[in-house]
């Protein structure tokens, strides 16, 4: 099971054979992912081409920061909000994932940038940002790399997730809070530390404050989206085709059935749902469907450009 991305460049370009991979490779992951929120197979279609002829029109903007994947999911996710919105079948509470209200989530999907987001993609809170979601995976590699997955779900559960100290130490069995506490300053002095070797300006350090001696206190607030919007501990998706095959040591098994069951990341689950394949029928006849639409959408677009050009 391999992990295809795309050639950006080549997206841009708007690409035929491209855009059709792209469709090939994520049409069931994004699916399974609509399939969890939307019952009517016509309405999960629907959603499923918009995300996709949402994709090739935002994709002259797209922001490398993100993965591709992560982009699409984006667009996926508006998408799928929407026309749960229209159809006022849901409170708006419950909608979509179980993620909350992902703040900044607007960014991957650009193609409906305002004029107010693309004037925010140059600010610096944006920059200071995107450091700090590079930093965020350097940690999390890091700790992955060493073996450390008990630390590594610590510091989810509570930067990502906001769990307090006291339920963070009854569910890892760790000694006591103070147990909790530790980790995380450790955490922090460790994060601080690559932030510097990233960035010597040091924009980034006040995010990283330290908050280890308050017991209480939460993690500072672009910490945690930063976690959020970058997806900075989703492990890819050929540790979830180990988790199908049942052919993982019990580390990264333990970190990976904490981000699924209890954190309950939506683009995890739907890539687990999606390599599963758990209602195979679901897929017949939409991929057709999908690129076909796509390549009148390109070829639409192309005859544009040469009138333009004309
Ligand atoms: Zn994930």
């Known amino acids: 099971m391999s992990d295809w991305t795309p050639e950006i460049d080549r997206l841009q370009a708007l690409d035929n054979t491209e855009w059709l991979k792209v469709e090939t490779n994520y049409c069931g992951r994004l699916m399974a992912y609509v399939s969890r929120r939307v019952t009517d197979q016509q309405a999960r279609e629907d959603i499923l081409q918009e995300t996709f002829l949402g994709s090739v029109r935002g994709i002259e903007n797209f922001d490398r920061i993100f993965t ?59 920059q200071g940002n995107k450091l700090l979601i590079n930093v965020l995976r350097d940690w999390v590699q890091e700790t992955w790399q060493q073996g450390e997955f008990v630390r590594l779900m610590v ?12 339920d963070t130490w009854a569910r890892f069995e760790l000694r006591d809070e103070t147990a909790v506490a530790g980790i995380k300053f450790r955490a922090l002095k460790r994060l601080r ?5 990233r960035d010597s300006s040091g924009e980034v350090i006040p995010a990283l404050a330290d908050v280890a001696g308050e017991e209480t206190s939460h993690i500072d607030l672009d910490v945690s989206q930063a976690w959020e919007l970058g997806r900075v501990s989703c492990p890819a998706r050929t540790w979830l085709a180990r988790k199908v095959s049942g052919n993982m040591l019990p580390g990264p098994q333990s970190f990976i059935d904490f981000h699924m069951e209890e954190i309950k990341c939506p683009k995890c689950c739907a890539n687990y749902d999606d390599l599963l394949r758990v209602e195979e029928s679901i897929l017949e006849g939409v991929l057709e469907r999908m690129q076909q639409s796509t390549v009148e959408y390109l070829r639409s677009q192309s005859i544009r450009d040469i009138k333009r050009s004309e």
Do not use: K
């Open 155 to 166: 510091i989810e559960a509570l930067f990502l997730a906001g769990w307090r100290n006291r």
């Open 68 to 126: 591709f994947e992560q982009y699409l999911f984006g667009i996926c996710r508006n998408r799928t909000i929407d026309y749960l919105r229209r159809r006022r079948s849901v409170g708006v509470g419950e909608l979509a994932d179980s993620s909350g209200s992902m703040p900044g989530m607007e960014h991957l999907a650009r193609e409906e940038a305002t004029p107010s987001g693309i004037v925010h993609v140059h600010d610096l809170a944006y």
């Open 193 to 197: 530390e690559l932030a510097q070797r």
